[in-house]
């Protein structure tokens, strides 16, 4: 019955690729002989914990690698010291391999090319186009000019090479203040485009660094990282979101002042957005240092750390980025896209097996030991290899309490006073009386069985309803943890006037106690069962007993109910 996960890296998504523009550019450079292989990067910076969106990005990039035979590598952007650890960086790795993807070679760091990205610099400077500027922030951004002005020359532009040079070497040394000076290049200060308004391309900052320790004083600015280390990587085609597309010329522009090995291709597609959650490392981080969630892998945050945990699969979440596919225009996609995925994965892979989440007694006032019988059941209606079990039946059972009503509306199929339903599995059986305590709350049902319907229709009637049950003795304990929507509206971050914190929905998660059916080995963690008509839930990775019941998450509904009033 165990949920065999695919091993790592065998992970496969089953439906065939869908066209997109990029593939398009793929399949002619390597038509026309431009690239006899292509070679893409996935390059996350190690500061937070990888998300839905990254979840995309790498898809296409591993993605792009698998289907044309190329190589995709993994490669830290660690150009910001500060925010950087080596806990995100080994989180992020887990989630890439889990994701099942392979990256070429060892892991890469931006950091690996920190000498590299210096000698750079320096034969910029000795080509007159890098200089050292003394400007503080404020100034620089006084000097850069707006969108509808032109940016003034900074005094310090015209400094020679070889003062620069010397500047240059001695912020490397350490001689002057963090901040005091920047090495910036020289392009333009009347571009159109501010990217080209002479970027910062060095910082003075004393940060203990995660790779290269203290090392170094100065740190290369990211948008001259990241070109670089693509072309000594041999990248063909660096794939970004769209808010570089304005930096794409200064991309180009540094590549073709250097005697790098290779000019990669950068092309950028949208951004995935989720409705009723941030796809934002630094909003995810808020979240989770100021204790809003359990932490970057509470199943209700769309990290991929959270999404596992929740029960997600790797091959759910690469369906997903498959149907989402990927364009160039706004992508605030629909819960319920990702959902979906995700349910018809698990479709064919959970076994299933019955639980009750809000229990009601049931007495079977017939029942007759030796004689009322139990009947094996199958793990999977089409899932043969899944094997079977016997649901054992019991003179007092448990039924989900919203599976009766004393006044059913028009159209009940399931249990009423006088009514009758089939128990999952077993028999028919008809309520013959209502219990009710004190306060005239329902307490028990009192039920007796048809004994002619175990595997069989009942003689001259027809019932339709069929519920799912647990025999109360035997039953076995469980915690479900049912999860809902984090926000409580579809663009949590959309309204610039408000914090997004705001929006938070106070009920997006709420712990129940119930039962599961006897004779089930204990689960491993991750395990995935469907609960009969409840849903798709998942053995908690890290809680595996809390007071001697089984803890699960519920991963995902049978049906789409998110665009629903109330969620899942
Ligand atoms: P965030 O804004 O969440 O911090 P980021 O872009 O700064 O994201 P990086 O670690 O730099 O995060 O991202 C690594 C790669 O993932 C980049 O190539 C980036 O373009 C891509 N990526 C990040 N967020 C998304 C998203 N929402 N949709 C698609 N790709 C994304
Ligand atoms: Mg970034």
Redesign the pocket.
């Known amino acids: 019955m165990s949920d065999k996960a695919t091993p790592v890296g065998a992970v496969r998504t089953a439906a065939a690729p869908v066209q997109h523009f990029i593939r398009a550019i793929v399949e002619a450079d390597l038509a026309s002989g431009k690239h006899a292989a292509i070679a893409t990067r ?4 190690p ?2 914990y ?5 979840a ?3 898809c296409l990039n591993f993605g792009l690698a698998e289907d044309y035979g190329g190589t995709c590598n993994l490669r830290f ?1 660690d150009t910001n010291p500060e925010k950087e650890s080596e806990e995100y960086a080994l989180a992020i790795q887990e989630d890439v391999r889990w994701l099942g993807f392979t990256w070429n070679g060892p892991v890469r760091w931006a950091s690996d090319y920190f000498q590299a990205l210096y000698d750079y610099a320096e034969l910029l400077i000795d080509k007159g186009l890098a200089y050292v500027d003394d400007l503080t922030a404020d100034e620089m951004r006084e000097f850069r000019g707006t969108l509808t002005q032109p940016g003034r020359d900074s005094p310090y532009r015209d400094r020679s090479p070889a003062e620069n040079l010397d500047l240059f070497r001695r912020m490397k040394a350490g001689e002057f203040a963090d901040g005091a000076r920047t090495l910036r290049l020289k392009i333009d200060m009347a571009s159109p485009n501010i990217n080209l308004r002479d970027p910062v391309i060095y910082r003075i900052k004393r940060a203990h660094h995660i790779r290269t320790g203290d090392a170094w004083c100065i740190y290369p600015m990211y948008d001259y990282t990241h070109c670089i280390s693509d072309a000594l990587e041999c990248i063909t085609h660096s ?3 769209l808010e ?1 597309e304005d930096h794409r010329p200064l991309y180009d522009w540094v590549l073709d002042q250097l005697p790098v090995p290779s000019h990669p291709r950068q092309i950028e ?5 989720l409705q009723y959650t941030v ?4 909003k ?1 981080n808020q979240l989770v240092t100021q204790g809003h969630v359990a932490g970057w892998d509470d199943p209700r945050m769309p990290t991929i750390h959270g999404m596992r945990r929740r029960g997600y699969t790797p091959e759910g979440i690469r369906e997903f980025a498959r149907r989402i596919g990927i364009s160039k225009s706004d ?1 605030v996609v629909d819960m319920a896209v990702l959902e979906s995925a995700v349910r018809d994965d698990l479709e064919a892979r959970a076994p299933r097996v019955m639980a009750v989440l809000d229990p009601l007694k049931v007495v079977l006032t017939n029942f007759r030991e030796g004689v009322t019988a139990s009947r094996a059941a199958p793990f999977h209606p089409q899932q043969a290899e899944f094997g079977e079990r016997e649901v054992p039946i019991a003179r007092e059972l448990w039924i989900e309490r919203d599976d009766f009503a004393e006044i059913p509306p028009e159209g009940w199929q399931r249990l009423t006073p006088g009514g009758e339903v089939r128990l999952r599995y077993s028999y028919v059986i008809r309520c013959d009386q209502v219990v009710k305590d004190a306060a005239g709350a329902v307490i028990e049902l009192r039920c007796s069985i048809d004994h002619d319907t175990l595997g069989r229709n009942p003689v001259g009637r027809k019932v339709k309803g069929v519920i799912h049950w647990v025999p109360a003795d035997a039953a076995r304990a469980i915690e479900a943890r049912l999860y809902d929507r984090l926000f409580t509206v579809p663009e949590p971050d959309g309204d610039k006037t408000r914090d997004f914190l705001e929006f938070l929905n106070p009920d997006s998660l709420r712990v129940v106690r119930g039962w599961i059916e006897p004779g089930l080995p204990a689960p491993e963690p991750e395990t995935r069962l469907q609960f009969e008509r409840l849903g798709y839930f998942c053995t908690d990775r890290f809680d595996h007993d809390a007071d001697g019941a089984w803890v699960f998450n519920r991963t995902v509904g049978l049906k789409d109910t998110w665009s629903r009033q109330g969620g899942s």
Request: glycine share 6%.
């Open positions: 996935f390059p996350p910076e500061n937070g990888l998300h839905i969106g990254h995309k990005s790498i952007d794939l970004c979101t570089f597609f949208s951004r995935l957005e796809t934002s490392k630094r995810l992508n």
